[in-house]
Nanobody
Framework: QVQLVESGGGSVQSGGSLRLSCAASGYTISSYYMGWFRQAPGKEREGVAAIDSDGSPSYADSVKGRFTISRDNAKSALYLQMNTLKPEDTAMYYC??????????????????????WGQGTQVSVSS
């Protein structure tokens, strides 16, 4: 069983930066597809970014050029560097892991139902 714990959220002004971290335990995640999702009040959970076991990233159009996803398999950790934050980035951010086929996930990485394990989330609030 994989346990995921996010950290690094907080409150920043528009244009600021935050770095989210996700610590995994219980099982090695080196072979898992990993992703970051977010959910704002009253909205559906949406995929922000994902990364395969080799480090190839995918991004939602809304965050391309501003967010960078990375992983450190040796530390069983996942990261999301968020720059040039906007008020519309305000949401609860979740780390997720999937052991499904990466050949499928690279086409549907943004679908939350493809992920087996989830963290509890960390809040990001961006003020204008």
């Amino acid at each position: 069983q994989v346990q995921l714990v996010e950290s690094g959220g907080g409150s920043v002004q528009s244009g600021g930066s935050l770095r989210l971290s996700c610590a995994a335990s219980g099982y090695t995640i080196s072979s898992y597809y990993m992703g970051w999702f977010r959910q704002a009040p009253g909205k559906e959970r949406e995929g922000v970014a994902a990364i395969d076991s080799d480090g190839s990233p995918s991004y939602a159009d809304s965050v391309k050029g501003r967010f960078t996803i990375s992983r450190d398999n040796a530390k069983s950790a996942l990261y999301l560097q968020m720059n040039t934050l906007k008020p519309e980035d305000t949401a609860m951010y979740y780390c997720a892991a999937s052991n499904l086929s990466p050949w499928v996930l690279r086409f549907v990485w943004w679908q939350s139902r493809q992920y087996n394990y989830w963290g509890q989330g960390t809040q990001v609030s961006v003020s204008s």
